[in-house]
């Protein structure tokens, strides 16, 4: 029986069909990088608007962070909720944001 099966996987292997021209996958990869790319743009687009929305309800309700970059100041907001972790890295410089930072950051805040 084990036989049989595995013969008949060769004939349909062999009946494949023909192989794509080069022109004909340049094509369609290209089409499927079109789309992707529109894809992308598209869940961006509502990623941002969630977030933007998001945002303004964490703050609302008082529940977001926000700090400056050490390196490069740029400002960054993190929802104070359980089981959100923290960035530990800079969104725009990618530089590394350590407690000890935030803890000065926010010791800065606090003082003004
Ligand atoms: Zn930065």
């Known amino acids: 029986m084990a036989l ?3 013969e008949g996987r060769g004939i349909i292997m062999s009946q494949e069909k023909r192989k794509m021209t080069t022109k004909e ?3 369609a990869v290209h089409n499927l990088g079109q789309a ?3 894809m992308s743009t598209l869940v961006a ?3 941002q608007q969630i977030m933007g ?3 303004g309800v964490l703050q609302h309700m008082d529940l977001l962070e926000t700090f400056n970059c050490p390196s490069c100041g740029e400002e960054l907001s993190h929802p ?3 089981g ?3 960035p530990t890295h800079c969104p725009k410089c990618g530089s590394e944001i350590t407690d000890d930072d935030l803890e000065l950051v ?3 805040t606090e003082e003004e």
């Open 45 to 47: 687009n509502d990623i």
């Open 53 to 55: 929305v998001l945002g």
């Open 106 to 108: 926010k010791s800065l």
């Open 80 to 82: 104070k909720l359980e």
């Open 25 to 27: 996958l340049t094509t």
């Open 84 to 86: 959100v972790v923290r």
């Open 36 to 38: 992707m790319n529109h």
């Open 4 to 6: 049989s099966s595995g």
